[in-house]
């Protein structure tokens, strides 16, 4: 498949890929959004820079724009947990490119912010929420945010946020989300604790991997 217009994508996605100049996907794009798209769970190694954002980004709004009415008060359709602020700020961006002139709204949540601004800003609910699992746990234990509506959910670069210490934080999220959702698990390494953690997030995962270029 050598161009986005072959992956069964939204026409609003080809469009807003068109837009930003974007015709080719990345191996890992190619790859992993027709999974994706298929409903699978899916489980891709592959580094920084190879296109991951929109490799969960793209099918991630692709079933979104089919959800009815407005997310519900403190709530998230989506979420995508990510190790830094950095990295949140950055997959947001890229969303937003994607969501630009719909009726998708995208939220982050991260350390180092107003934590009243943030919680006035779910109390609307979201449709995307892009979060780091420490500030979201923050939340949470403020009843700020509620994930019982979570349908699909990303983990982006998940061996940086074993690293940074969020073990523990991402265990407690995986037993808050329902099960019956779509898991995207994304890392650059195999080591036991990751596997452990695809255990309790996915569910028969498809797995994919690229090296770097």
Known sequence: MSEFQSLGLAASLIEALNRAALTEPTPIQSQAIPLALAGHDVLGLAQTGTGKTFAFGLPLI??????????????????????????????????????????????????????????????????????????????????????????????????????????HALRRISQLVPEDRQTLFFSATMPKQIQELVGKYCRNPVKVSVTPE
């Not at 709530?75 to 995508?80: F, G, Q, W």
């Not at 969303?95 to 912010?113: D, E």
């Not at 109390?123 to 349908?151: C, H, N, Q, Y």
């Open 62 to 167: 692709h079933h979104l724009l089919s959800a009815q009415g407005k997310p519900a008060p403190k709530s998230a359709r989506a979420l995508i947990l990510a190790p830094t602020r950095e990295l949140v700020n950055q997959i947001a961006d890229s969303l937003r490119v994607l969501t630009t002139g719909g009726h998708l709204r995208v939220a982050t949540v991260v350390g180092g912010q107003s934590i009243n601004r943030q919680i006035g800003v779910l109390s609307k609910g979201t449709d995307i929420l892009v979060a780091t699992p420490g500030r979201l746990i923050d939340l949470m234990e403020r009843e700020a945010v509620l994930l019982g509506s979570v349908t699909h959910l990303v983990l982006d670069e998940a061996d940086q946020m074993l690293d940074l210490g969020f073990i």
